[in-house]
């Protein structure tokens, strides 16, 4: 199993940038695709971006594509997202997400453990 902790959220202004930090324990990190997703109120969670195990491929959203980039520091166990030009529909709770296999994929049901998600607030 493989445990993960997302932090750097918070509150920022439309045009703001913030940069997300999600730390995994537990199996081989370096070993595994992983992925953001979020989910804003009333709606249901969605696809924000996704890497493979290398960091040499990577898939987003359109909705974020040219705004955010995900990447991984495998020495660290740690997946990024950063955000910039956020607007205020970026509003949503963001989960860091890990697929026990190294095949990419944008499909929620794909990934097998979910971190608690951080609050990323933009305001208009």
């Known amino acids: 199993q493989v445990q993960l902790v997302e932090s750097g959220g918070g509150l920022v202004q439309a045009g703001g940038s913030l940069r997300l930090s999600c730390a995994a324990s537990?199996?081989?990190?370096?070993?595994?695709?992983m992925g953001w997703f979020r989910q804003a109120p009333g709606k249901e969670r969605e696809f924000v971006a996704t890497?493979?195990?290398?960091?040499?491929?990577?898939y987003y959203a359109d909705s974020v594509k040219g705004r955010f980039t995900i990447s991984r520091d495998n020495a660290k166990n740690t997946l990024y997202l950063q955000m910039n030009s956020l607007k205020p529909e970026d509003t949503a709770v963001y989960y860091c997400a890990v697929r026990l296999t190294w095949v990419v994929s944008t499909t929620l049901s794909d990934f097998d453990s979910w971190g608690q998600g951080t609050q990323v607030t933009v305001s208009s």
């Open positions: 890497i493979s195990r290398s960091g040499g491929s990577t």
């Open positions: 537990g199996r081989t990190f370096s070993s595994y695709a």
